[in-house]
C-alpha cells in the first residue's frame, strides 16, 4: 500500500523542494503540526533532486521503516532560469513492502509529465499554492485509487490521460526436476489464444496429472529446456502445481497438517467427493450394497484411512488392507488430495554409496563398468531419490534395485 505521493522539484531559491503531499504534512510538516513525518526530506533532497547527471534514472532509497521511489527528470532549455527544471514525483511505501509493481508508475508519471511540461509547461507554469490545484488533486486521486482499485484513469486535459494499472507479483517458481509431475489447477483449454508459443501448445495435451516433466518433452516431441521453462511459466502463473510421480510402489506418510483435516468437515466432504468413483464404476454391485458402502465413506473414515499410511508401507500393500473401500475411490486422487493439502507427504528412497567403489564388483568380471553403471554412480551421493534416478536413466524401479544390488555396499534409505 503507498503511504504517501509526493511532487518535488528544485526551486532556484529554496533549491530542493516539495511542492505537493499527500498526505498533507507526510513529507514536509507545517509549523502548526505536531506530528512526525513519514521520511525526512532534507536529508533525502539531495538524492530525490539530484544534479542533472543522475536524472532520467529510476531511484529505489531506504529511509527509516520506508522506501522511496522516483524518477528524477530534467528539461533542458533557455526558457528555464538556470537553463534546466528538474523535478520528480515519488512514491513513500513501507521499507517491505514488493515495490515491483510501483517501479513502473513513478517511470510512467515521469514520461508523461515530462510531455506535458515540454508541450504547455505544465509543471514550471502552476502558480497552484502547496497542497492546492491540480497537481495536487491529481496526486490525490492517484493515491485513493492505487491503493483501493490497483488501477486509475485520470483525465489531465483533452488530449492526455493518466492511465495505471498495478500487476501483481509473485515470488520466482521453486527449481523444476525432470520428475515431477505437473497437476492443472485451471482449464488450460480455456486460457490458449493465437499469441502462445509453440511450445506451450505442444504440451497442453500432455499435462493429465499423471506424465511427469520428462516424459510430457518426449510425448510433445520438444526440447526439454523449452518444455521446463513453459512449466515454469505456468507455475509462476499459479495455473498448475508439482507433485512427485504417483506410483503403487510410493509410500506415503501424514504430516503435522492432519491435525487441520481432522477437524475440517468441509474439507473432508470435499475429499470424499473428489475421491469417490462413479457409480458407473460399480455396476457389478447391488444398488443398495453401492449406496450403504459410499455411505459408510464419511469423515471418519477418511482420517482412518489416511492415518493408516505410513512410512515403510507401500500404496499397493495399503490397497490389499483397504479393499473394501479401495474399489470406490480413485487411488490416485486419494494420494493426490493429501498432497496438495499438505496433510501428506510422499517418503522418498536414496541411495548411498558406502565406500569408495561402487561398481568393483562388477569392474573385476568385466573390462570396464557399462555406461549406464558410470551415470548410476553420480546418484549415490544420498541427494537423489529413487524418482530422479528412474527418470534421468529411463528405467523402472525394480531394474534401478537390481543394478544397485550388484554395485557393492550401497546402502537405500527412506526420508
Known sequence: MIKAIFFSKFDVVEGPKVVHQVPINSITPSSETTSQPLVHFPSVAATIIPRQTFCSLPIALLHSRYRILGYPTCLASPTYPRNEF?????????????????????AKLAALFKHLEETSHFLSQDKSLPNTGKIYAL??????????????????????????????????????????????????????????????LLILPHIDGVNSVKQIALLADADYKLVRKAIAHLLYYGCVILLDTFSFGASYAPTVEMGVFVGDTEAQEECRRYILLPGTGLQHEPAGEMAANREALDGTKLV????????????KSWCMEHADVVRMIDIRRFITFGVIKGFLYRVHKYAIAMGATSISS??????????????????????????????????????????????????????
Not at 86 to 106: D, G, K
Not at 158 to 180: A, G, M, V
Not at 185 to 191: A, K, P, Q, W
Open 86 to 106: 528538474i523535478f520528480n514525483f515519488c512514491l513513500v511505501l513501507p521499507r517491505h513492502t514488493e515495490f515491483t509493481a510501483y517501479a513502473s508508475v513513478v
Open 139 to 200: 496526486c490525490e486521486i492517484l493515491l485513493e485509487d492505487l491503493n483501493n482499485y490497483c488501477e486509475c484513469m485520470i483525465p489531465i486535459d483533452e488530449s492526455n490521460t493518466l492511465n495505471i494499472k498495478l500487476f501483481p507479483t509473485y515470488p520466482s517458481p521453486p527449481p523444476i526436476f525432470p520428475h515431477q509431475v505437473p497437476i492443472s489447477t485451471v482449464r488450460l483449454e480455456s486460457l490458449i489464444d493465437s499469441n502462445w508459443d509453440l511450445t506451450m
Open 304 to 315: 482412518e484411512m489416511y492415518y493408516s499410511l505410513r512410512q515403510g508401507m507401500s500404496v
Open 362 to 415: 562388477q569392474a573385476r568380471d568385466r573390462k570396464g563398468p557399462k555406461k549406464d553403471d558410470r551415470e548410476l554412480e553420480r546418484f549415490l551421493d544420498g541427494n537423489h531419490c529413487f524418482d530422479e534416478i528412474c527418470t534421468e536413466l529411463m528405467i523402472s524401479e525394480r531394474d534401478l534395485l537390481g543394478k544397485l544390488k550388484g554395485m557393492g555396499d550401497v546402502q537405500i534409505i527412506q526420508k
